[in-house]
């Protein structure tokens, strides 16, 4: 999964369904969630996946109101339409992103 910066961030989800795990190095519920995202993504091949480190671009954490890690945001053409927060399953995270598909 590509990691965003804030420069390429509102490009990479300008269009269709796409999936952004705000998260950081010294997270270790976000270490246990990055397998399970890592087989969504060779899944699901109509969601993209990218990872925003918070530690790097605190700014997009910022305009996304990120208080607690991981957060998973979905978003559909560009818009945030929903958020996940806290490490889940592989079935809870499917089940949201089948919701916008």
Not at 9 to 16: L, P, R, T, V
Not at 31 to 53: I, Q, W
């Amino acid at each position: 999964m590509k990691i965003l910066n804030s420069n390429e961030f509102d490009n990479a989800i300008a269009s269709g369904i796409v999936l952004v795990d705000f998260y950081a190095d010294w997270c270790g519920p976000c270490k246990m969630l990055a397998p399970v995202l890592e087989g969504l993504s060779e899944k699901m091949d109509k969601v993209t996946f990218y990872k925003v480190n918070v530690d790097v671009s605190s700014d997009l954490a910022g305009r996304y109101g990120i208080q607690a890690i991981p957060n998973l945001v979905i978003f559909k053409d560009g818009k945030a339409v929903d958020q996940i927060t806290g490490f889940v399953p592989e079935g809870e995270i499917v089940s949201r992103l089948e919701k916008v598909l």
